[in-house]
């Protein structure tokens, strides 16, 4: 199902847009994606923050960067019962916190995580906001996957924090891995929650940090990437085939990267 009203704790259920400029960042991803933004801050707030929304339905959000100076991001929020706990388990399974747990008005509570490798994410306690109502369908949300170059940390790490399972598979002569619930379910990639790329090889810049990466579903990856080079941003890693669809990478305007994915029918 596209539309979704809640969130498993463990599962990506959010993510949003980070920088220095984010009325920029709504001017592109609006034009790319068809959405619909607003900004939910009082006009008195130092920052802004945009709801944005596909048939009336939140996707995303993109909001000013906390902290000056740093670059642009699309970040990724993992649901949870207990953003303090889970924090607190963050800390004690090997991962940094960055940010103590704080409430974001009525919507939710959050922290700010690095993992072992140094991959920044958020954990999300929510209330008003669940997470994405609108998931793998043309302008949506539609995968979460780790970038990074501490594998077996990560493993360990989010297996301890989440209760995670993962399951290895073979991609272009490398190894991937799909996340899976805590639990007994499938290892299944079609039962997955999210996915780890390993960084090995030569192929990745060595100035290239651990990260995680989002993707939104489009209907047609040439032309979105094409889309994107029109609007001011540019094409990281050109269209290619892969056993989950073609897909591409992409940087807006500002520097912000993420991916795009035709997902098949």
């Not at 993510?15 to 592109?28: I, K």
């Not at 669940?130 to 369908?137: D, H, K, P, S």
């Not at 989440?162 to 039962?191: C, I, K, V």
């Not at 890693?237 to 912000?256: I, N, Y």
Request: proline residues 8%.
């Amino acid at each position: 199902m596209s539309e979704r009203d809640s969130y498993e704790p463990g599962t990506p259920s959010w993510v949003d847009h980070s920088s220095d400029d984010p009325d920029t960042a709504v001017a592109f991803y609006s034009g790319l994606f068809g959405w619909e933004a607003q900004d939910m801050m009082p006009s008195e707030a130092p920052g802004r923050y945009f709801m944005c929304r596909l048939r009336g339905r939140d996707v995303a959000g993109i909001g000013s960067q906390p902290t000056e100076g740093q670059p642009p991001v699309w970040n990724t929020y993992i649901a949870v019962a207990d953003a303090d706990s889970s924090a607190a388990t963050a800390t004690s399974a090997g991962g940094t916190v960055v940010i103590e747990p704080f409430d974001v008005f009525e919507a939710g509570r959050m922290a700010v995580l690095q993992d072992p490798g140094g991959a920044y994410f958020m954990l999300w306690q929510p209330k008003g906001l669940r997470g994405a109502q609108l998931v793998n369908e043309p302008g949506a949300l539609s995968w979460n996957e780790l970038t990074t170059r501490e594998v077996d940390g990560s493993l360990r790490f989010y297996g301890d924090l989440f209760g995670w399972r993962s399951n290895e598979s073979e991609f272009d002569g490398g190894r991937y891995f799909t996340w899976h619930p805590a639990g007994e379910g499938s290892l299944d990639p079609s039962a997955a929650i999210g996915g780890m790329m390993p960084m090995e090889g030569d192929i990745w810049p060595p100035e290239l940090p651990s990260h995680w990466m989002t993707y939104f579903a489009v209907q047609d990856t040439d032309r979105e990437a094409a889309r994107a080079a029109e609007l001011g941003g540019r094409v990281v890693v050109a269209p290619f085939d892969t056993p989950a669809g073609r897909m591409s990478v992409l940087s807006d305007p500002l520097g912000g990267v993420f991916s795009v994915i035709a997902l098949p029918a």
